[in-house]
């Protein structure tokens, strides 16, 4: 049974460029998470989307960020002009569809954006 | 703001046991306390949770206290591979945002 599954592990980008992170929950969840954690610093919440839909993007930036779990396909988060600032390892989690608020997330091995 | 406080590091023997404490003094009744830990930048891995009896399973004991507001994560024989951030945190039941703290470093010794 496949963990939650994200890519690219690793993405470099220059300044302006867009970067597209890739995140498959694991089998079975329809609960997918994003965190973003920055060097030395614990995991910071920035949305959970259930299938087709944003339940909560209270700690997504108001611009340039903006995340999607289509109905087929994996969930997107797209950073649009990126600056250097947005270098982080960005970190995907999913929870079971059946009572996704009240069990554990499982987590994915993450991304590590590098803006240049 | 995360609604826990850990000591920074910690280093523990090998085959010894690991115990971490947590202060969440300002706990409300329906907040579950849930430990993970994160590997060399890994994604974090689940531990164990629990609301307000000890609970034990295959990787640790969670000891929380009367007045909950305190808790200890207990590594029964600490391995090299136990080397992580661990993250203590405090949940609400039927919620989904996890807010994780700086953590404690422990590193186990050989």
């Known amino acids: 049974n496949a963990g939650v599954m994200q890519n690219p592990r690793h993405l470099v980008r220059r300044r302006g460029q867009e970067a597209r992170l890739r995140c498959s929950p694991m089998?079975?969840?329809?609960?997918v998470y994003w965190y973003r954690q920055l060097p030395e610093e614990g995991l910071k919440f920035m949305v959970y989307?259930?299938?087709?839909?944003?339940?909560?993007e209270s700690g997504m930036p108001k611009e340039r960020f903006s995340a999607e779990f289509p109905k087929e396909g994996p969930s997107i988060l797209r950073i649009q002009q990126v600056v250097r600032g947005d270098s982080a390892a960005y970190f995907c989690?999913?929870?079971?569809?059946?009572?996704?608020?009240?069990?554990?997330?499982?987590f994915g091995p993450g991304t590590r954006l590098t803006v240049l | 703001d995360a609604k826990t406080t850990q000591p920074t590091s910690m280093d523990c023997a090998e085959g010894r046991a690991a115990n971490l404490p947590c202060n969440h003094s300002?706990?409300?009744?329906?907040?579950?306390v849930y430990w993970y830990r994160q590997i060399h930048s890994q994604g974090p891995q689940y531990i164990i949770h629990?609301?307000?009896n000890n609970e034990t399973n295959e990787m640790a004991s969670l000891i929380i206290t009367e007045d909950r507001k305190s808790s200890t994560l207990i590594l029964p024989h600490a391995t090299l591979r136990d080397t992580a951030v661990y993250y203590c945190?405090?949940?609400?039941?039927?919620?989904?945002?996890?807010?994780f703290g700086t953590g404690t470093r422990l590193k186990v010794l050989a």
């Open positions: 989690a999913s929870s079971p569809s059946t009572s996704g608020t009240d069990n554990e997330q499982f």
């Open positions: 089998k079975g969840h329809s609960h």
């Open positions: 989307l259930q299938k087709e839909n944003i339940i909560d």
């Open positions: 300002t706990i409300s009744g329906n907040e579950y």
């Open positions: 629990g609301l307000k």
């Open positions: 945190i405090v949940r609400v039941k039927g919620t989904y945002k996890y807010i």
